[in-house]
């Protein structure tokens, strides 16, 4: 295999050193230790980055480990891979394809790639958004897309609802199973609804056979004006012209999907906020961008994080992180994220096609505070493995319950303090239990009720959630999954891994309407005429 132009990882000197550390203080590393010797680490280890102030002191690191961590970023060549996807250079390697999300939020003018089609798709896109806006005859906007083109703006739309139009009802459907567009088409009126049709190509499997329903229903109903209830964001206007759509809004072959909800994809976006508030989205991000782009690494927050990410991963071998944001608004904020760093950096080769020794992409997963105290917290504070979580806070809320909120931070600061304090059997042991069983052992029911804490966990806090904050804090999740993808010397920007079932799938197709099983495996075939039977 060939050499990568930078050296992977595990191929460096600070990579070795970084080990040494973690041999001698990382792995037996206590949090409550560290702030006892330490009464500046709160300080010594917070970042403020455009509307975002990350606690990271809660985590199992102190100013040496970033050290080591730091010189492992400077040997992996992190600065020169990331000015490289910045001016656009094909770092999109088995594809042959430039990565310039950033380019889609960089302001009119500015010297970054494609800058005047950005402004020209983005401005007509935009004119497009206000006219649906102002058109009181459309009361419901129904997206269909998948993936990026539907995971980004179903999770914006719900968090920035403070921003949103009223009387505008925004629907999505992604998947191709029938329980997902039927409850949205039992409600709807034809002549009152626009739907848009998601997909860069215009093949997208899930996506045309919804598309094929939305229109057969329309047409069914008595809608004749196809051109003005449907519109498209692909770059295959010839394919959306012979389905009937005539307004199309394209992007480009250098925006992969999950970085898409900054292009056209975002028009849903664009239709619930308006095109000032999508154009702070954009703004936010950008700050975001020039932030990872010029601050030191030592004070770059998507680089710290990523940092991070290889820490735990690598080392500690933690496989998942929990992410817990503490505003109902961001409740799809966890699956949007799944997509963004399992389908980046669950990858097994590097660059060069040589298998990895070492493990990548975290599982990463979450509900909103405080529901996930109700359900999975239990095992982050008493189960076997260790997570690392991430809670997301709030400081302003968009609503005027301020007693609510108050409580809402309460639990969200208790919870990461309790994660790391944790409780010992001796502290149980002289605590009233409020609902123990009659007659057991005080002993035992002091273990039970033990927390063995030093869970590390990362705050991330926002002033209030405006298109801005948002549009920083989702950049922030772009850069940090380079980060880590980088160090790991994988390619990030492909998704090989999803062809292998799309493929498989439409081998299946005729068979389940034929039922002919000649060459499948013996459980294939059974589950096929089970199904038929």
Known sequence: MKAQTHPRCDQTAAWAALHGHYQAHGRGFDLREAFARDAGRFEALSVQAPDVFADLSKNLLDTATL?????????????ARRDAMLRGDPINSTEGRAVLHTALRAPRGAATPFNADVHAVLDAML????????????????????????????????ALDAYALHGKRLHFVSNVDGHDISPVLRGLDPQRTLFIIASKTFTTQETMANAAVARDWFTQRGGTDIARHFAATTTNVAAAAQFGIRTTFGFWDWVGGRYSLWSAIGLPIAIAIGAQHFRALLAGAHAMDQHFAHAPLAQ???????LLD????????????????YHQGLARLPAYLQQLEMESNGKRVDTAGNALPFATSPVVWGEPGTNGQHA?????????????????????????????????????????????LGK???DALGEKAPTAAPGIDPQVLSHHRSFPGNRPSTTLLLDA??????????????HRVFTSGALWGINSFDQWGVELGKALCSQLLPRLASGDATGLDASTAGLLQRLRS
Request: include cysteine; charge should be negative; hydrophobic fraction near 45%.
């Open 67 to 79: 050290h080591f961590l730091l010189d492992l970023a400077r040997e992996c060549g992190l600065e």
């Open 127 to 158: 004119a497009y958004a206000e006219q649906v806006r102002a058109d009181e005859d459309l009361t419901d906007i129904v997206n269909i897309g998948i993936g990026g083109s539907d995971l980004g703006p179903q999770m914006v739309v719900p």
């Open 300 to 306: 770059n927050l998507p680089v710290l994080l990523g």
């Open 310 to 325: 290889v820490w735990y991963r690598n080392f500690h071998g933690f496989s998942s992180r929990s992410v817990a944001p």
């Open 376 to 420: 999975y917290f239990q095992m982050l504070h008493q189960g076997t493995a260790g997570v690392p979580v991430e809670f997301i806070a709030v400081k302003t809320p968009s609503h005027p319950h301020a007693d609510l909120h108050t409580k809402l931070l309460a639990n969200c600061l208790a919870q990461s303090q309790a994660l790391m």
């Open 424 to 426: 010992s059997p001796a």
């Open 465 to 478: 959630l405006t298109p801005h904050s948002l549009g920083a804090l989702v950049a922030l999740y772009e």
